[in-house]
């Protein structure tokens, strides 16, 4: 008897340990799901090949791209050291996603087995600047542009905020937003006076005849992939007999968003370099400062998958982001509208304020400070990070604009004095 108690008791033990390692087995399985998922969603990569940067920054602090021509501006694409040629008639470098980790300081490709299964983090893709970098071809990730920046006097230095111009048809400051792509097959509004559609017209007709008097939906050129979609464009109809959808429902889509969603996927990396002459007048990393860090993350709170809120975007190194916290600078959406009466090429902006994780506007976040004298090296990169939940399969190429501008604040006054 005592030897069937023992018996029954030990085979108890084995289904026990038994569960708890199919429990273990989930939770594992669960995590792996859950901090890989978006790089399953990319059967086909999505890429971002028409890229607009625009670099500037207030009188007082200069930029140059060699240390010797100082300007207020610098053109992104001519200070990338692209290594195959930029031609007009060739793409731009383009971005494909990656990962940063900051343990490893450097960008991690998603590695696959030869049966498409994602590998374990160990065995991705190690990249470097000088094989990955500004590439048109295969072997392209992401763009690295480096440049300096100078001051008058000692400073603190953020990037701007953004500001709509012009009522909302231009911006200033920083922002990162998908370029509005005019919709070929865009109708104009029914034309309630004589009660039928007015097929093959342009939307500048519709609206320099003031004879329609529908009212003009929302076209959001936030993140919504479902709004954006081309394919879904009606057919020329009229609302009457032919079975599908009212023309007033499409007013709004006149435009598509050029970014398919890719401007909440992708970053702005800052490395911060000081600076110092030394004997021989040299500018030389300064060893009392050690390099850093930065991230930009733009559109922080919309998404593709219409979800709302700041989502942390995990590192592969095991952390709950990508580097600390601090070092991030969060961006709200930027998104555009239709213009009332729509037009070709014309919408209006809503730019995006800096906030902190839990959306409330905050001041722009020191980016460094820079001393009298002193030259500040600034390394930037632009990718689409892997790990972020936007990082999904766009089914195409998107189109970004993004505008990097620096502002200064001197010691003692608000503004910087400008450089003789």
Same mark, same amino acid.
């Given at each position: 008897?005592?030897?069937?108690?023992?018996? =029954?008791?030990?085979?108890?033990?084995?289904?026990?340990?038994?569960?708890?390692?199919?429990?273990?087995?989930?939770?594992? &399985? %669960?995590?792996? *799901?859950? *901090?890989?998922?978006?790089?399953?969603?990319?059967?086909?990569?999505?890429? @971002? %090949?028409?890229?607009?940067?625009?670099?500037?920054?207030?009188?007082?602090?200069?930029?140059?791209?060699?240390?010797?021509?100082?300007?207020?501006?610098?053109?992104? /694409?001519?200070?990338?050291?692209?290594?195959?040629?930029?031609?007009?008639?060739?793409?731009?470098?383009?971005?494909?996603?990656?990962?940063?980790?900051?343990?490893?300081?450097?960008?991690?490709?998603?590695?696959?087995?030869?049966?498409?299964?994602?590998?374990?983090?160990?065995?991705?893709?190690? &990249?470097?600047?000088?094989?990955?970098?500004?590439?048109?071809?295969?072997?392209?990730?992401? @763009?690295?542009?480096?440049?300096?920046?100078?001051?008058?006097?000692?400073? #603190?230095?953020? &990037?701007?905020?953004?500001?709509?111009?012009?009522?909302?048809?231009? $911006?200033?400051?920083?922002?990162?937003?998908?370029?509005?792509?005019?919709?070929?097959?865009?109708?104009?509004?029914?034309?309630?006076?004589?009660?039928?559609? =007015?097929?093959?017209?342009?939307?500048?007709? %519709?609206? =320099? =005849?003031?004879?329609?008097?529908?009212?003009?939906?929302?076209?959001?050129?936030?993140?919504?992939?479902?709004?954006?979609?081309?394919?879904?464009?009606?057919?020329?109809?009229?609302?009457?007999?032919?079975?599908?959808?009212? &023309?007033?429902?499409?007013?709004?889509?006149?435009?598509?968003? $050029? $970014?398919?969603?890719?401007?909440?996927?992708?970053?702005?990396?800052?490395?911060?370099?000081?600076?110092?002459?030394?004997?021989?007048?040299?500018?030389?990393?300064?060893?009392?400062?050690?390099?850093?860090?930065?991230?930009?993350?733009?559109?922080?709170?919309?998404?593709?998958?219409?979800?709302?809120?700041?989502?942390?975007?995990?590192?592969?190194?095991?952390?709950?982001?990508?580097?600390?916290?601090?070092?991030?600078?969060?961006?709200?959406?930027?998104? /555009?509208?239709? %213009? #009332?009466?729509?037009?070709?090429?014309?919408?209006?902006?809503?730019?995006?304020?800096?906030?902190?994780?839990?959306?409330?506007?905050?001041?722009?976040?020191?980016?460094?400070?820079?001393?009298?004298?002193?030259? *500040?090296?600034?390394?930037?990169? @632009?990718?689409?990070?892997?790990?972020?939940?936007?990082? *999904?399969?766009?089914?195409?190429?998107?189109?970004?604009?993004?505008?990097?501008?620096?502002?200064?604040?001197?010691?003692?006054?608000?503004?910087?004095?400008?450089?003789?």
């Amino acid at each position: 008897m005592k030897a069937k108690a023992a018996a =029954s008791e030990k085979a108890k033990k084995q289904r026990r340990r038994t569960i708890i390692y199919i429990y273990m087995l989930l939770i594992l &399985l %669960s995590l792996f *799901v859950g *901090v890989s998922y978006t790089w399953f969603t990319l059967s086909r990569s999505p890429r @971002v %090949s028409d890229m607009n940067v625009y670099i500037t920054t207030q009188p007082g602090l200069e930029l140059s791209a060699d240390m010797e021509n100082w300007d207020l501006q610098l053109d992104f /694409w001519d200070i990338i050291n692209v290594t195959d040629p930029l031609d007009e008639e060739k793409d731009k470098p383009v971005l494909r996603p990656v990962t940063w980790s900051e343990e490893q300081q450097c960008f991690v490709a998603a590695a696959y087995g030869a049966d498409g299964r994602l590998l374990a983090y160990r065995d991705w893709h190690n &990249l470097s600047d000088e094989r990955n970098a500004n590439k048109q071809n295969f072997e392209g990730y992401y @763009v690295k542009a480096t440049f300096y920046v100078r001051c008058g006097q000692n400073a #603190d230095i953020s &990037l701007s905020p953004a500001v709509e111009v012009n009522e909302g048809i231009d $911006g200033s400051g920083t922002y990162v937003r998908g370029v509005p792509v005019w919709n070929p097959g865009y109708p104009k509004p029914k034309d309630e006076s004589s009660g039928e559609s =007015s097929e093959g017209s342009s939307s500048e007709e %519709s609206s =320099s =005849s003031g004879e329609s008097s529908s009212e003009t939906s929302s076209g959001d050129g936030s993140l919504s992939l479902s709004e954006v979609s081309s394919e879904s464009s009606p057919e020329s109809e009229s609302s009457e007999g032919g079975g599908g959808l009212e &023309l007033e429902e499409w007013v709004g889509m006149g435009h598509d968003n $050029g $970014g398919l969603g890719a401007e909440g996927a992708i970053r702005f990396g800052f490395r911060i370099t000081n600076l110092k002459q030394n004997e021989e007048g040299q500018f030389v990393p300064d060893e009392e400062n050690e390099p850093f860090f930065m991230i930009y993350e733009p559109n922080c709170d919309a998404h593709v998958n219409g979800a709302e809120g700041y989502f942390r975007t995990p590192s592969m190194d095991g952390t709950e982001d990508l580097i600390d916290p601090e070092k991030i600078i969060l961006q709200s959406k930027s998104f /555009w509208e239709e %213009s #009332d009466p729509i037009e070709h090429g014309v919408v209006i902006h809503t730019l995006g304020d800096f906030v902190d994780a839990e959306g409330t506007v905050i001041d722009p976040p020191k980016l460094f400070s820079i001393k009298t004298g002193e030259i *500040v090296k600034i390394e930037l990169y @632009v990718w689409l990070e892997g790990q972020d939940m936007d990082c *999904v399969n766009m089914n195409s190429e998107a189109m970004i604009e993004a505008s990097i501008q620096f502002a200064g604040k001197g010691e003692g006054n608000s503004g910087l004095v400008k450089i003789e």
